[in-house]
């Protein structure tokens, strides 16, 4: 029972990356699907979370407009496309499942491992 995340790598400032979110032992359709990130030296911040339909979406101020999660119950797997990215993106993101959409880190059950994203010229 685990999450993965994966889609990270190096882009330059303006660029887009497509972040994926997927789950193998258990299926996501019922779960809230968050993504946090985590900069060098700073603590977990929340990015994104999504409900369990896809139909109510959450972002922090500072991605408001350039990041947009989605989800494909289908594919048991949910995305966080990132647009316009910025050097101070740089960070590792994670995906979090549970059964609320919060900030708090605590609430959710299952992690992902982590994926680095590097924005940079």
């Known amino acids: 029972v685990q999450l993965q995340a994966s889609g990270g790598g190096l882009v330059q400032p303006g660029g887009s990356l497509r972040l994926s979110c997927a789950s193998s032992?258990?299926?996501?359709?019922?779960?809230?699907i968050a993504w946090f990130r985590q900069a060098p030296g700073k603590e977990r911040q929340g990015v994104s979370c999504?409900?369990?339909?896809?139909?109510?979406?959450y972002y922090g101020d500072s991605w408001k407009g350039r990041f947009t999660i989605s989800r494909d119950n289908a594919k048991n797997t949910v995305y966080l496309q990132m647009n316009s990215l910025k050097p101070e993106d740089t960070a590792v993101y994670y995906c979090a499942a549970g059964n609320r959409c919060t900030w708090y880190s605590g609430i959710y059950n299952y992690w992902g491992q982590g994926t680095l994203v590097t924005v940079s010229s």
């Open positions: 032992g258990f299926t996501l359709d019922d779960l809230k």
């Open positions: 999504i409900s369990s339909s896809g139909g109510t979406t």
